[in-house]
Every structure is written in C-alpha cells, then in structure tokens.
C-alpha cells in the first residue's frame, strides 16, 4: 500500500490547491478502504497556507487519517503522485473533547486552521468548527502556553539526567523544541519542527531580543560553526541517510522517516536555510538525522558500523555532547534561556489573547 512510485524533483513546486486535491484523491482511493476508517483531515503548515502560495515538493504533507479504533502510534510514509504524505493515524475517541483539543499546543493550532478531507461519520467538521470558534481565547492561550512550559520544565531535567550524548542532543532538541513552540503559541502562531530554531530566531528578533537568540544556539552547540562547519555535517548525515535507507529493516522510533524519497525533505529543507542565512539554525535539523545512524548500528554489514558510529561521535563532539566536564555549564545555559523565553512568552500572551 505505501509503495513509493517515484521520486519528486526537489526544486519543483505546484500551489497549495493542487497538492490537497492530491492528498483527497489518496484519501478516496486508499485511506477510505481501510478498515475503521472514519475520516481525515490535514496537519501542519500546508492548514496555514493561502490556496495559491507555491509548496515545494522536497516538502511532506501531514495527513490525518481518523480511525473508529486501532490507531496505531507509528507515522507512516507514502509516496503518491509526487509528493509525500506523512500519515498520522488517530482514534476518533479523541475528536470529541474540544477543550482538551484546544489546551494542546500541537492539536490546537492544527485543527484550528485545518481542511477536513473526509468525515463520513459527521464528527470531524462540527468539531473542528468548535476548536476555531475558541482558538483564540485568552484561557486556551494560556493553556497552550502552560503545556509548552510544561514540556519545557521536563527536558530540562532530562538535560539534568542525561548520561551520554545521545541522550544530552534528545534532551536538548526537546528543550528548543518547546521553548520555540512556547513563543509561537503565545502569538497564535503553530509550532515547527524542521524549521523549529529558524522560528525562535524569528520571534526572538521581532520582539528585539537577539541575546536569547545567541543563548539558544549556544544551547543548540551551533553558535560557533560557520557555513562550511555546517555543510560538512549535511554532506556526512546524508551519506549516513541514504545507506540506512537502503539498508533499513529493524522497526526503530522515527524509522519510518528513513526512505528514499524523503532525501530532498533533509538536503533540500536544510540546504532552503542555509541559503538563507540560517545555517546554524540548520543544524536543529541536521541532527535529527540521528535516526539514520540508529538503522545502521542495527542493520548495516558489521564492516560498515564502526565507521558511521565514528560520524555520529564526531557530530556530538562537533556540538558539544561529549564532554561530560562542560555538561553542567550548558545545562545552567539552557536554564537561564527557559527562564527568560518564558517571562517573555507570558507578556506576549496577554497581548495576543483575544
């Protein structure tokens, strides 16, 4: 069923409109056959974008298939037509508590702006209606801003708990993650992920804030590399990326993101803030490529593994991850970023609260 056809042109691009009706055409030809199936709706930034704005296909679509009960936790990835579909599945269970939907920083802003491929069950569209209706709330800014903090609080403490580097980058992702979602929800705007520190140096400059914009790189472990630094990271996770892909058969967490036709998603995404400008922001990204180096200590020839464990050290000395002595130094770092992002988040949330 999820068989890619092909491989996209990473530079080519088709307008937002074209790429949901191509996302509804899979949905009415696969989604709907299977079994519990009650609906579907998209996710991410393609619900925020106008109809005629260019999508470049190095891009994946989040699409949402809603099942009556089943639903796995694991993302799949289909190849249709061209572009990429990331599909999540999710009970319908969990389409009928607007306030729990609207308190989620993730589900909240998806659901608020998103288009309903299918709703054969008619749960989907009043619900969804309901979550817009109150998105913009002061009480639901609030919550979506105090689970943020929330994720915030405990990948700081797991910053305090980790041991390896491995476990010190997870910690540390988490922690930027949260506290970039943290500022976007505080403006009604949807947290990101690919682009998660492109977005926190975006708010932290409009509100005049480039010290914490240099505090989270720091955290991050790029502040100091220059374009070239970066370059070689991408250029080495991506010779990683494609032999896992080719390799890949263990189940692992995120492995489904290892596959062919995901390549231009990770060179042409990174390569898209590079040019811009951004390429230690880059990094966040870069280092999600981890995954690859996972799939290949449990899949590749043996006479291949120590080389790509060595790769993967070297992006964790290259970052900041390997000395256990400096450790506690970045952890006080992050703390003092927190402390402020989150002063600074409240003060925008009693503005942009309706």
């Known amino acids: 069923m999820f068989s890619p056809t092909g491989a996209a042109q990473p530079s080519a691009s088709i307008p937002v409109h074209e ?29 925020a974008m106008p109809p005629d704005a260019p999508f470049s296909l190095y891009r994946d679509v989040d699409v949402v298939v809603v099942l009556t009960a089943g639903a796995s ?30 308190a989620n920083p993730s589900a909240g802003p998806n659901l608020a702006t998103t288009t309903i491929l299918a709703d054969p069950t008619g749960i989907l569209a009043p619900f969804q209606q309901a979550v817009a209706a109150e998105y913009g709330r002061h009480r639901w800014v609030q919550a979506r801003c105090a689970a943020e903090q ?17 476990e010190r980058l997870d910690a540390t992702r988490d922690l930027l993650g949260a506290l970039s979602g943290l500022l976007a929800v505080a403006q009604l705007k949807r947290p990101t992920t690919r682009r998660t520190l492109a977005l926190l140096h975006e708010l932290l400059h409009e509100q005049g804030r480039a010290d914490l914009h240099a505090a989270a790189l720091a955290v991050m472990g790029s502040a100091a ?9 991408l250029d080495q996770t991506i010779t990683s990326f494609d032999r896992a892909a080719a390799v890949r058969r263990t189940p692992t967490p995120y492995g489904f993101a290892i596959q062919p036709h995901l390549r231009p998603y990770y060179l042409e995404g990174t390569r898209e803030m590079i040019e811009q400008g951004l390429h230690r922001e880059a990094v966040f990204w870069i280092s999600c490529l981890d995954t690859a180096y ?9 006479s291949e ?18 000395s256990a002595p400096a450790w ?20 925008l949330a009693v503005r942009h609260a309706d």
Do not use: C
């Open 225 to 233: 590399l220059d374009v070239a630094a970066v370059e070689g990271l």
């Open 150 to 166: 929330v994720l915030a609080e405990q990948a700081l403490n797991a910053m305090g708990q980790a041991a390896t580097p491995a």
């Open 328 to 347: 506690p130094a970045r952890i006080a770092a992050a703390e003092r970023l927190a402390g402020a992002i989150f002063q600074l988040a409240a003060d």
């Open 19 to 47: 790429v949901i009706a191509i996302v509804r055409v899979w949905v009415d030809q696969e989604a709907r056959h299977w079994p519990d199936f009650a609906g579907a709706y998209l996710w991410g930034g393609i619900t």
């Open 73 to 102: 936790d694991d993302d799949q990835e289909v190849f249709y037509r061209g572009v990429a579909l990331e599909v999540i599945p999710r009970n319908l269970d969990s389409h009928r508590d607007a306030a729990a939907t609207l």
């Open 294 to 302: 996972v799939v290949l200590e449990n899949d590749a020839p043996a």
């Open 305 to 322: 593994k120590p080389a790509f464990a060595a790769k993967l050290q070297a992006m964790y000395a290259t970052l900041g991850y390997t």
